[in-house]
């Protein structure tokens, strides 16, 4: 995702719904299933070079948008704040994944799954199937 206007809905979406997001699992580290985060090729350093400089121009440090999200993700993450380098490279790792039809889809599903859980009583599943059934 390219287009400044797709990545500041996104960033809007995301402040809205910054539960919904693994947000560690962006970082360098990577997340269990994926192993650490590496960009394997001159197309992935593109596209992520591109992202980040999408974010950087839709969401400027210190504009209301960046406050917004900052404000929301430290909240989710239970700390006092988070940097906006931090920040934009995981927003633009966020944004290089797909359009923004494919992350709507995704936290429109993730929404529902966490509001499949809670009316379910549960903290934890194994499948998606376990919050709609």
Known sequence: MRELNEVRKTVLLLSAYPENIAWSEFGDRGNACAGPFKLENEEE???DALALAAVKISMPKGSM????LARSVA???DCKWVTYDWLIKIVGRIVACGSLKDFIEMLTLSIAVKSGMKQRGLSTINSIDEAFV
Do not use: I
Request: glycine share 0%; aromatic share 0%.
């Open 45 to 47: 350093l593109l596209e």
């Open 65 to 68: 948008l960046h406050l917004n």
């Open 75 to 77: 909240k989710t993450l």
